[in-house]
């Protein structure tokens, strides 16, 4: 163990944590839930959320700003928030948000995937160094989440070790595998030695890629010693992007859609994004189930833009519009709600730092919902059930997207690109 983190095992046994004889946290019993407990299950959907209403992330969200949309979150339906570093106030100020609002309104119900970010030495700069990590950072993070999860033990359900740390083309940040399972390792020692819930998950959150399910350059010994390590497998796919990096499955010919209009083409390129994505996640199980490797599976991240200045627009590969969001939103919640797997849906609301020199870019327009509070058409069907009345975001009352006006919003829809048949 290095030393790092030798420094930390000092802090957390240090400050302890009350945890009665069935590992709940005393006075909590009757009211807490594990991992085991929400992950899979219907009843608690889950969503990536940033609070973030400006294109730079050093203007840090508000507790208040965060509660109204903790508020929007739970009108909705979401039960499970995901977070992801812990180098700025956002996420402890997430979970004091949430625990005013427990205390508020003893009904209210959210919980929390916890995200410890992790680079390598040098990430950020025009050198990376990936043949080792920023230690002092790594371990700063993972203390930092280890106080959170014994703060808000019934909030606190996952911690995830990373974010896309292992995948290579994050070139300037990513780690080998071995960081990533030292301090999962450390993690679950914590959690044996009783200074964590028992019932907390461990694990982190990574592509498809790097969990094993694509080409052999990922497969090592340390993966291996990881996934068996976590708790469950946390797996991110991105249909989206590949219709511009790997675009074989957003291909479709002019025979292929002889006497369909351009929304039944749509719906099927849709359906071909969403098998997609589910292949790569099978891809992951069938490579752990050959290791001999059992654990639950659940969606880290997925996603799709509603909107794109850049490849995806109608010079590009015509993928990002509101439309085509709703229906791979619609289609991969049906899937994973009937296997009983959560999807961590990215994300809940558009954040305008992710490309803030270029606001049109796609990276920007991945929320359910915009900055200034309009949902988008993914979600109009739960506006028209009235659960967001009363609501608003930075005092705008929540709206729908398009003023709810259907024509308005297909006529932003993109045609699909159609090849011409060749012949036989």
């Given at each position: 163990?290095?030393?790092?983190?030798?420094?930390?095992?000092?802090?957390v046994?240090?400050?302890?944590?009350?945890?009665s004889?069935?590992n709940?946290?005393?006075?909590?019993?009757?009211?807490?839930?594990?991992?085991?407990?929400?992950?899979?299950?219907?009843?608690?959907?889950?969503?990536?959320?940033?609070g973030?209403?400006?294109?730079t992330?050093?203007i840090?969200?508000?507790?208040?700003?965060l509660?109204e949309?903790?508020k929007?979150?739970?009108?909705l339906?979401?039960?499970?928030?995901?977070?992801?570093?812990?180098?700025?106030?956002?996420?402890?100020n997430?979970?004091?948000?949430i625990r005013?609002?427990k205390?508020?309104?003893?009904?209210?119900?959210?919980?929390?995937?916890l995200?410890?970010?992790?680079?390598c030495?040098g990430?950020?700069?025009?050198n990376?160094?990936?043949?080792e990590e920023?230690?002092?950072?790594?371990?700063?993070?993972?203390?930092?989440?280890?106080?959170l999860?014994?703060?808000?033990?019934?909030?606190?359900?996952?911690i995830?070790v990373?974010?896309?740390?292992?995948?290579?083309?994050?070139?300037?940040?990513?780690?080998?595998?071995?960081?990533?399972l030292k301090?999962?390792?450390?993690?679950?020692?914590?959690?044996?030695?009783?200074?964590?819930?028992?019932?907390?998950?461990?694990?982190?959150?990574d592509?498809?890629?790097?969990?094993?399910?694509g080409?052999?350059s990922?497969?090592h010994?340390?993966?291996?010693?990881l996934?068996r390590?976590?708790?469950?497998?946390?797996?991110?796919?991105?249909?989206?992007?590949?219709t511009?990096?790997?675009s074989?499955?957003?291909?479709?010919s002019?025979k292929e859609?002889?006497?369909?209009s351009?929304?039944?083409?749509?719906?099927?390129?849709?359906?071909r994004?969403?098998?997609?994505?589910?292949?790569?996640?099978?891809s992951?199980?069938?490579?752990?189930?050959?290791?001999?490797?059992k654990?639950?599976m659940?969606?880290g991240?997925?996603?799709?833009?509603?909107?794109?200045?850049?490849?995806?627009?109608?010079?590009?590969?015509?993928?990002?519009?509101?439309?085509?969001?709703a229906?791979?939103?619609?289609n991969i919640?049906?899937?994973?709600?009937?296997?009983?797997?959560?999807?961590?849906?990215?994300?809940?609301?558009d954040?305008?730092?992710?490309?803030s020199?270029?606001?049109?870019?796609?990276?920007?327009h991945?929320?359910?919902?915009?900055?200034?509070g309009?949902?988008?058409?993914?979600?109009?069907d739960?506006?028209?059930?009235?659960?967001?009345?009363?609501?608003?975001r930075?005092?705008?009352t929540?709206?729908?997207?398009?003023k709810?006006?259907?024509d308005?919003?297909?006529?932003?829809?993109?045609?699909?690109?159609?090849?011409?048949?060749?012949?036989?």
């Open positions: 163990m290095k030393k790092g983190v030798t420094i930390l095992l000092f802090v046994l240090a400050g302890g944590l009350l945890i004889c069935n709940k946290p005393k006075g909590m019993e009757s009211e807490y839930k594990s991992a085991s407990e929400i992950l899979g299950n219907p009843n608690y959907p889950a969503i990536s959320y940033g973030y209403r400006h294109n992330r050093k840090q969200p508000t507790l208040e700003e509660k949309d903790l929007i979150l739970a009108a339906g979401f039960k499970i928030l995901r977070t992801y570093n812990l180098q700025f106030d956002h996420a402890p997430i979970l004091k948000a005013e609002l205390n508020e309104v003893p009904t209210f119900e959210m919980y929390v995937m995200g410890a970010w992790i680079d030495e990430a950020w700069t025009d990376p160094n990936h043949e920023d230690e002092s950072a790594n371990t700063l993070e993972i203390e930092k989440a280890v106080k999860a014994n703060m808000y033990p019934d909030i606190v359900k996952i995830s990373g974010n896309e740390a292992m995948v290579h083309w994050a070139w300037s940040y990513y780690v080998k595998p071995g960081v990533v301090y999962v390792n450390y993690l679950q020692d914590v959690k044996t030695n009783h200074k964590l819930p028992n019932d907390l998950w461990i694990t982190s959150s592509n498809f890629a790097s969990w094993g399910g080409d052999s990922y497969h010994p340390d993966l291996e010693a996934a390590a976590v708790d469950y497998i946390s797996v991110h796919t991105y249909p989206f992007h590949d511009y990096h790997n074989g499955f957003w291909e479709i002019s859609t002889k006497g369909l351009d929304i039944e083409t749509i719906n099927i390129l849709m359906d994004a969403s098998n997609y994505a589910i292949a790569q996640f099978n992951v199980k069938e490579y752990l189930y050959n290791l001999g490797i654990k639950p659940h969606i991240e997925t996603g799709w833009a509603s909107y794109s200045g850049d490849m995806f627009n109608i010079k590009g590969t015509r993928a990002a519009d509101q439309y085509k969001q229906l791979y939103y619609k919640q049906s899937w994973a709600n009937k296997n009983n797997i959560s999807c961590f849906y990215f994300e809940a609301f954040e305008p730092w992710k490309d020199k270029n606001p049109s870019g796609s990276e920007n991945f929320g359910l919902i915009t900055v200034d309009k949902v988008k058409y993914a979600l109009w739960r506006f028209d059930q009235g659960v967001l009345n009363g609501l608003s930075d005092g705008k929540v709206t729908k997207t398009y709810g006006n259907p308005n919003l297909f006529i932003a829809v993109l045609p699909p690109a159609i090849l011409e048949s060749q012949m036989n």
